[in-house]
């Protein structure tokens, strides 16, 4: 008997310690809703001290007009035993001794003590969950906003190679006439007929990269977005990280388009003038490396090759900065995911040397002739998102910076671009 007295006291002194450490409120009132026990975790979520809630009706813990109905469901449930939260969770707001609310949420059970009906309730501050659910609410809405923006600039844009595209019409109209005139000539009908091939596939590539370039991203997008909005709904706040990276991913990937598309508008109407200005060009290349080298596929290397005694230089350094990025983004892309890109930079007789070397899938050798040509995807990289536009644009900012680019590949073993700018630019 003794040894069941001692183990009865040992099993209380665990229960009081589990109550006076618990983190959430635990409170237990009486079948008249009196406070009878309150944990110190709980008088602390509720701004008391503990001996002022003792003996307290429970109705002080609640905002109007709940605090003001709470005999009567405490009546009502002695009468008619109906439940409405007994045995059941849900999300309420309680009330602290400043007059403050809060949301928490709420469980309460039934239990006799001593032939006494007694109700005990576990109650937990919901407010740091609340505020990081309006985070999330407040940044869906920023980047609703954002793909917003870019929607109407992508319209914009497609508005402006329309145009674009009635201009070259109009081109091949012209160039009609000049065949009837030239009719008596064959080798000028065979030059302008091949001309106006030109045009026509020109025309088809764009709207074939246009369609699947644009579609896809968009298509992810609305994906993602009714994902979030469905496991915000489910409250499993912590499965919408993927999603929202999705989209910001496929934002970024229609951004970069349309900079491409926008860049080459550009440079169609001699827009893109250079303005160099003077940096220390070591420094902006170890800072691209380390801005840009994120972009790296698993296990890929990186080997940079730049000397310790800078160099100041007169250049463009946003024309730079595109080509730069160009190079080396396609290295990533279209190398393996082990893949060692090799970044050499230094200045030789006055003029900036660049090298990036990759293992890649290189380029196919009947194909080489037309690698700078606008919109050329190889045959061996058509699975691979691209528009077929950046390296196009590098050789027009080259032209515009008076430098140059060569290229060596070999097909499945990798790709060599040289790129040299001379260091003052008029």
């Known amino acids: 008997m003794r040894d069941s007295n001692l183990s009865m006291s040992i099993d209380a002194q665990q229960l009081r310690a589990i109550f006076e450490t618990a983190v959430d409120c635990l409170i237990i009132i009486d079948s008249h809703g009196m406070i ?114 870019k929607r109407k600039d992508l319209s914009a844009a497609v508005k402006e190679l329309l145009e674009t595209n009635t201009r070259l019409e109009n081109e091949i109209k012209e160039r009609k006439k000049i065949e009837a005139a030239l009719r ?85 109407e001699g827009k893109i003038p250079s303005r160099p200005e003077r940096f220390m060009i070591h420094k902006f290349c170890k800072e691209f490396i380390d801005m840009h080298k994120g972009l790296l596929k698993p296990d890929q290397k990186l080997v940079k090759e730049i000397p310790n005694t800078d160099h100041e230089v007169f250049l463009d350094k946003k024309l730079l900065n595109h080509i730069l990025l160009n190079l080396f983004s396609n290295a990533i892309k279209y190398s393996k995911d082990n893949g060692k890109i090799l970044c050499i930079m230094k200045v030789v007789d006055n003029q900036l040397f660049i090298q990036v070397v990759d293992e890649g899938v290189g380029i196919p050798f009947s194909e080489q002739k037309h690698l700078f040509t606008r919109f050329f ?11 077929g536009l950046g390296l196009n644009i590098v050789c027009e900012y080259l032209e515009v910076m008076n430098g140059t680019i060569d290229f060596e590949s070999i ?14 630019q008029k």
């Open 36 to 149: 009878s026990k309150i944990n110190p975790a709980g008088a602390k979520l509720f701004g008391y001290e503990i001996d002022e809630l003792l003996d307290q009706n429970v109705s002080l813990l609640m905002p109007t007009p709940h605090s003001n109905k709470h005999d009567a469901y405490l009546q009502k449930y002695h009468k008619t035993g109906e439940a409405k939260i007994i045995g059941v969770g849900r999300d309420i707001v309680g009330k602290k001794k400043d007059g403050t609310l809060f949301p928490c949420s709420l469980s309460v059970n039934e239990f006799h003590m001593q032939s006494k009906k007694c109700f005990a309730g576990i109650i937990h501050d919901l407010t740091i969950r609340k505020e990081h659910e309006e985070k999330i609410m407040e940044l869906n809405r920023q980047l609703e906003e954002k793909v917003e923006i």
């Open 184 to 268: 008596n000539n064959e080798l000028e009908i065979r030059k302008a007929l091949e001309r106006e091939k030109e045009l026509n596939d020109l025309k088809t590539n764009f709207v074939s990269m246009a369609s699947h370039e644009f579609r896809t991203p968009l298509s992810t997008i609305m994906s993602s977005t009714s994902l979030i909005e469905q496991h915000l709904k489910n409250g499993t706040i912590e499965k919408t990280g993927r999603h929202f990276e999705r989209v910001m991913f496929s934002v970024n990937h229609l951004t970069e388009i349309l900079d491409d598309i926008l860049s080459l508008t550009k440079l169609a």
């Open 377 to 387: 995807r190889g045959s061996n990289v058509i699975n691979v998102q691209g528009t």
């Open 411 to 424: 097909e499945n073993e990798g790709t060599t671009f040289t790129v040299k700018i001379p260091l003052e």
